[in-house]
């Protein structure tokens, strides 16, 4: 039978089961893998082979209208229908967690299309102590399964003890200590793998969810910095900015790099302010290409080709993706060579033109504009070694 739940009705205990009294040793310490599923047949057989070490695999479908339960059910993993009305993502992991048996120590939250690497059990217990709480694994980002290459990488707090943790928030939910004193513990050594799902539905269908979040909780900075980026990304730019700037004036907001990237959305929102957030943007967090590169597009619109020079440079600079969500893959391409390129030039700096106009066409390579703005530097850089007068244009 479904276990119908509605927010505040089902059961989840928050007994403390003291760790004092257990016996530590590798595979003496239980653990159950558990999540949420709705229509992830695709994934099913790669998460339950990659949690196959854990005591318990516990999946709580929502309502899967493919073979999801039916591929779980024959994988050995133990599967609850349950119906959350209405819809909240925290209600329904809250509910799935409820259903891990007493007996466990530690549980793994891991959605369907993520996998562990192999080993992690043993990895688990050597990092784990009576008086863990909780604990940080790496989370690498990958576009596919089979190419290895991580698009970005994060620390994430994936295990947490059987007691004292639960959900909130009705999307971008997150575990929360319920208990008197948490105690992380983290292991770069567990890894847990994401792939790149294009199929599935984008986060702005979670747009009602997050108004409730925000309504809920409007001090939470996290949401608020959320729910203007999709409020931008909606085309609701007065409210999106709104939401931007509280975001910025709450003492929560403290991470430099996501406060860099909230001015940079501004900018774009109020064009006859943008010079301004893109400094404020830079001032923030220097050590992004994102804003060297946003700085850059401003100057060359102006033709500012000193200004133009200077912020290609410093973005230039930047070799160090941060790793985070935030990162833009479209800042590593040739854009950033090719204006700093076009400003040599401008400024009759031919070396510097040529060396970053060889790089912008090595990033793209099939670009004729790029080619021929290469060709032209190349024959101003002899011309000016001859002894000749460079020509400006």
């Known amino acids: 039978m479904p276990i119908h739940t509605s927010p505040g009705r089902y059961v989840l205990s928050t007994e403390h089961t003291p760790f004092a009294h257990r016996s530590y040793g590798r595979f003496l310490v239980k653990v159950a893998v558990y999540t949420i599923a709705l229509n992830e047949a695709a994934n099913v057989e790669r998460w339950a082979n990659s949690a196959v070490d854990a005591d318990y695999r516990i999946v709580a479908d929502t309502g899967s209208t ?16 349950i119906a959350v009305r209405p819809w909240r993502f925290d209600d329904a ?8 048996p007493p007996d466990v120590d530690v549980c793994c939250t891991m ?9 992690w059990r043993p990895k688990l217990e050597a990092a784990w102590t009576p008086e863990t709480t909780a604990l940080y ?13 991580p698009l ?11 007691w004292g943790y639960r959900f909130k928030r ?59 980026r999709d409020l931008m990304w909606a085309n609701q730019q007065e409210r999106a900015v709104q939401l931007l700037e509280r975001y910025l004036e709450l003492p929560t907001s403290k991470w430099a790099e996501e406060r860099s990237e909230a001015m940079r959305y501004i900018a774009r929102m109020r064009p006859e302010q943008k010079l301004s957030w893109l400094d404020k943007a830079r001032m923030e967090a220097p050590h992004r290409r994102e804003i060297w590169l946003d700085l850059a ?32 893959a479209n800042c590593w391409g040739f854009r950033l060579y090719d204006l700093g390129a076009i400003a040599a030039w401008r400024l009759n700096v ?38 000749a007068t460079v020509k400006q244009f």
């Open 93 to 100: 992991r809250n509910a799935a967690m409820a259903l891990i």
């Open 297 to 328: 597009e401003e100057f060359h619109g102006k033709a500012d080709w000193l200004n133009l020079f200077w912020a290609s440079t410093n973005g230039i600079e930047k070799t160090y993706r941060t790793g985070s969500y935030l990162d833009d």
């Open 152 to 162: 970005r990488s994060w620390p994430a707090k994936n295990f947490h003890h059987r």
């Open 111 to 119: 959605d369907m299309d993520r996998f562990l690497e192999p080993g």
């Open 170 to 228: 009705p999307v971008h939910e997150a575990l929360f200590f319920t208990g008197d004193r948490e105690v992380t513990t983290n292991s770069n050594d567990i890894v847990m793998f994401e792939v790149q799902d294009l199929t599935k539905p984008t986060r702005s269908s979670y747009l009602p969810l997050m108004e409730v979040a925000h309504k809920e909780d409007p001090d939470d900075a996290q949401i608020c910095f959320w729910l203007g």
């Open 66 to 81: 493919d073979d999801t339960v039916a591929r779980l059910t024959a994988a050995g993993v133990t599967v609850h229908r």
């Open 137 to 149: 694994c790496q989370t690498v980002y990958r576009s596919s399964v089979d190419d290895p290459t």
């Open 350 to 387: 031919m070396d510097r033109a040529v060396e970053w106009g060889q790089r912008a066409l090595n990033l793209d390579p099939e670009n004729n504009r790029l080619k021929n703005n290469l060709q032209h530097f190349c024959q101003l850089k002899n011309i000016a070694q001859g002894g």
